[in-house]
T-cell receptor, first 109, second 114 residues
Framework: GQNIDQPTEMTATEGAIVQINCTYQ??????LFWYQQHAGEAPTFLSY????GLEEKGRFSSFLSRSKGYSYLLLKELQMKDSASYLC??????????FGAGTQVVVTP | EADIYQTPRYLVIGTGKKITLECSQT?????MYWYQQDPGMELHLIHY???????EKGDLSSESTVSRIRTEHFPLTLESARPSHTSQYLC?????????????FGQGTRLTVV
């Protein structure tokens, strides 16, 4: 099975940087994903890592270390609209996709 | 924009009724998933499919059943709805690992059983 851990909540001010960590244990690994979910809405895809290293997409970056079972999502230049839940998800070698419990990010003025 | 659709968006139904939640995707994706999510809580995988005629139960036990007779269609059925089934149900699909492999979500069905 899969075990995915991430912090429950993080608070940061507008314009700041926040790093959301995710650790995982999985039987087989075929990629790690980060999603954003606003309350009452479906998750939307942010980033994907399958090889070690950093992937950058505008204000969002994601890092993966497969040997450590570790990833982080970095949100830069925080905006009020970034207040949302951020979900770490792992796909196993069969394509089964499991989600962590999500990290609620609260951006304050 | 993702081409995955769920109907209905909202459903209020009485206890004991049989219901089917529809999910269709036009991307030719082989993998499809059903998740259950209560407000403010985590996504729980309840069913998934690797392709036609392939379905597996997820890690959260569910009284629902699914079928995958066609690639594009992955309906979820509750034979006898109960108030404990009240939740949001999200369908997702993803393609081959050799392609851009992220899962795309439908808008969800918010089910209320009274």
């Amino acid at each position: 099975g899969q075990n995915i851990d991430q912090p429950t909540e993080m608070t940061a001010t507008e314009g700041a940087i926040v790093q959301i960590n995710c650790t995982y244990q999985t039987s087989g690994f075929n990629g790690l994903f980060w999603y954003q979910q606003h309350a009452g809405e479906a998750p939307t895809f942010l980033s994907y890592n399958v090889l070690d290293g950093l992937e950058e997409k505008g204000r969002f970056s994601s890092f993966l270390s497969r040997s450590k079972g570790y990833s982080y999502l970095l949100l830069k230049e925080l905006q009020m609209k970034d207040s949302a839940s951020y979900l770490c998800a792992v796909k196993d070698s069969w394509g089964k996709l499991q989600f962590g419990a999500g990290t609620q990010v609260v951006v304050t003025p | 924009e993702a081409d995955i659709y769920q109907t209905p968006r909202y459903l209020v139904i009485g206890t004991g009724k049989k219901i089917t939640l529809e999910c269709s995707q036009t991307m030719g994706h082989d993998k499809m998933y059903w998740y259950q999510q209560d407000p403010g809580m985590e996504l729980h995988l309840i069913h998934y499919s690797y392709g036609v005629n392939s379905t597996e139960k997820g890690d959260l036990s569910s009284e629902s059943t699914v079928s995958r007779i066609r690639t594009e269609h992955f309906p979820l059925t509750l034979e006898s709805a109960r108030p404990s089934h009240t939740s949001q149900y999200l369908c997702a699909s993803s393609g081959q690992e050799s392609q851009n492999t992220e899962a795309f979500f439908g808008q969800g069905t918010r089910l209320t059983v009274v």
